[in-house]
């Protein structure tokens, strides 16, 4: 990564920007074997101060990946296990009557963290699910009329399982436009599988993971992915893409303006991951489908189906232009 700049106003030198990301990838990959692809995509939504969705059937390493992240960096964090009876205020926190002393006082609710695992998180019902909204989206939360701030940094790391299986609820069109990535886990190959039963003679290793970074090593690193170039002809290729999306006939709801604007900052985190400080179509290409697939709705979704936009996504892909 010797092409990376040092970050304005950052106290971390170049060559030390490139150790921690390379230390961070290194640490999860410890324990979430035989998935860099996945563990590279959980740090760009790290670096682009975006929240990331684990998606894929129950026992493919979902809560693995996203305790070995919450793991490996300094930060508080704290887990949530989403059920059909959790309540917002069991995430956000209530205000309680202190009989000692006469007065109210807020009892903050596990959202009070750098680092959130909302586990399951398509269990729990829609009301309890929207009270992530503001959190998410504007890093802060509001209650009794006083608003509270959450971070920095602040990220929501949240895992499901496939909207067809019992006893969930898809989440709504708004909730899923405040991830910046969705992402499939899949299962692993034979040897990465044989590999997994011969670690876990010892235990769950992700247990004892020690931490890699720091919350002022993450700024740093977010400040200077704020500022990798982008090129105005690779800014209008993310805008093509974008309207392409709203455009297409199969597309009920096409991406939004927030969309745009995660599949920018991505790209430029996939740039840093990259060893860059530019941002190429390819950085694009690559991001795209993680990036909007979730947010598009279909007309077999809109119609009661299972549609996945990942499909469509990729036929517009190849019929953009690619700048060069």
């Keep these: 990564m010797n092409e990376l700049k040092d970050a304005p106003g950052s106290p971390r030198s170049r060559q030390e920007l490139a150790e921690l990301l390379g230390a961070l990838r290194k640490n999860v990959g ?38 070995a992240l919450a793991r490996s960096l300094d930060c508080r964090c704290n887990r949530i296990q989403f059920t059909p009876d959790l309540l917002p205020g069991d995430l956000i926190g209530v205000t309680v009557y202190r009989e000692q002393t006469g007065e109210f006082t807020f009892q903050p609710g596990p959202l009070f963290a750098e680092v959130v695992l909302a586990d399951e998180i398509n269990r729990a019902t829609p009301r309890t699910q929207s009270a992530l909204l503001e959190a998410m989206s504007e890093r802060q939360v509001t209650v009794d ?3 509270r701030r ?11 399982n496939p ?25 692993p190959d034979r040897e990465t599988e044989r590999a997994i039963l011969t670690q876990h003679r010892a235990g769950e290793l992700v247990d004892s993971l020690p931490a890699v970074v720091n919350p002022a090593d993450i700024l740093s690193l977010q400040a200077f992915t704020r500022g990798v170039r982008v090129d105005p002809a690779v800014a209008d290729y993310v805008l093509d893409l974008i309207e392409a999306t709203r455009s297409h006939p199969e597309v009920v709801l096409g991406a939004s303006t927030r969309a745009s604007l995660a599949l920018y900052r991505a790209a430029q985190a996939h740039a840093v ?38 499909p469509l996504v990729r036929e517009v892909l190849g019929k953009l232009r690619v700048p060069t």
């Design 145 to 147: 009329g006083q608003t």
């Design 163 to 187: 909207h067809e299986f019992e006893g969930t609820y898809p989440l709504p069109e708004s909730q899923l436009d405040r991830f910046l990535l969705r992402v499939k886990v899949g299962y």
């Design 273 to 310: 991951t990259a060893g860059r400080d530019y941002v190429v179509p390819d950085d694009v290409k690559g991001l795209a489908e993680q990036v909007l697939a979730h947010r598009i709705v279909t007309r077999g979704w809109a119609q009661g189906g299972h549609h996945d936009a990942a």
């Design 150 to 160: 959450l971070g920095p940094p602040f990220l929501v790391v949240a895992t499901q």
């Design 30 to 67: 410890r324990v979430f074997l035989g998935k860099p692809e996945v563990v590279r995509l959980a740090v760009v939504a790290l670096l682009a101060e975006g929240h990331l969705l684990l998606e894929d059937v129950p026992g493919v390493g979902k809560t693995l990946l996203a305790k």
